[in-house]
């Protein structure tokens, strides 16, 4: 992957946190011409740098109320179950990520769910049936400390 310059690394910044400015303003913070700002986040969008843009929602105000972290383990490692695994999570839309992580579990889902009666159908009706689930370990979150999508780009 090119070496991202300066400019690049401050109109990421930027863009992270205040994605829906208006290209007429991220180029005057970058002190370039709209054009040339235009082009520069084309490039950057092109290259996979820019993944996409999106809108926070805060979970509560469409009934979410519970977060929780839940650890997996499979029962072999085998690639055809861990496909299905991983195939399986995807798409599950309460799922809002999943790592394949080293230690003790497998895998670390990041869930969103509504209340406990919830929480109990994703683990018994959607998580614990897919082929290859040893077991899991469920922490729910009491507080949000810190959240965030921005990346230190300094």
Known sequence: MEKLDNTDLKLLAIIQQ?????????????????PATLARTKRLEDKGVIQSYAALVAPESVGYDMLCFVHVSLQLHQ???????ERAVKEMPEVLACHHVTGEYDYLLKVVIRNRKDLKRFAVERLTPIPGVARIYTSLVLSEVKSGTALPLE
């Not at 303003?25 to 011409?33: H, V």
């Open 79 to 85: 690639s055809q179950q861990v496909e299905s695994f």
């Open 18 to 34: 205040h994605g829906r400015i208006s290209n007429a303003e991220l180029a005057r913070q970058l002190d370039l011409s709209p």
